[in-house]
């Protein structure tokens, strides 16, 4: 595709072609994202940051990724600091804000929601989570982190195993990723839930189609013991009813240390979208894994600043003109 001018509202729009294109501009990026250089590529650019959901990961990393190649970032979080909740509608709220911005990262409770503010939007907009739908940035460094972590233990993705556990009904991210997943072969995915949360039928239906070997159950040890990675998932609260309904499901499917050790494979990585849900009754992924090295949650997050910053230099089709911009650092930068 032309990722020039492009909206990025569903990974359903890449090809395998794409995915390899914006991992490898992610990977120029590492340099800029460590900050052992600095890029000015974007100055002069306004990032229009708006998230009517919560997020800290998604609307943190998109703006510090606009940052990072030198661009600006105004942002609005919340319907009630914006004049939707005086009732402006998503025609209107797109045409005023797509005349201040360059590019418009968005997330909205609805299903669709960001597909219809980019009909009306005069700049390129990305889709930051719309509901239940998709999160296709999430889903891209998703595998990217897949990619990477496969690599450094020899392998690649063809082949892979995974497990998706958790609330499949409700959660974009791993709507975003089967649809990802779609374009590999001879995959072996798993996908545990509550029957009540059970992945929605046109995505198991899609990854069959692809000839993917795929197992739909409710137990968790018995299906994790054959997988390259295990993917968690949070009770997606905020779609339920009822608080009392979503309660009902919580800490049904948690992951610790000694469940690990008894039934996975040795190395076998373990990915969530974050946030995980660290409350007493749920602990879905207990912090006892934190020493465990393949813990790959926190390098997931990580990864998320360079699959952005590739977006974003893609989309404003600035990747050849990164490095004529760029300078060292002026300052100390320790990371461990
Ligand atoms: N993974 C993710 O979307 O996190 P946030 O909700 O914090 O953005």
Redesign the pocket.
Known sequence: MDFAGANILSVEQFERADIERIFSVADSMEPYALRHKVTRVLEGAILGNMFF???????ISFGCAFNLLGGEVRETTGFQSSAIAKGESLYDTARVLSGYSDVICM?HPGEGSVGEFSAASRVPVIN??DGANE?PS?ALLDLYTIQKELRALGRTLNGLRIAMIGDLKYGR?VHSLSHLLCLFNDLHVVLISPDELAMPDEYVTKLRDHGHQVSVTSDLPNNISHVDIVYSTRIQEERFASKQEADSYRGRFRLNQAIYTKYCEPNTVIMH???RDSRADANELDNDLNQNPNLAIFRQ?DN?LLVRMALFAMILDVVEQVDKYARPVNWFHKRS
């Open positions: 959901e919560p997020s800290t990961r998604t609307r997330r930051g989570g999160h999430q991210t979208p974050l946030p997050a998320g």
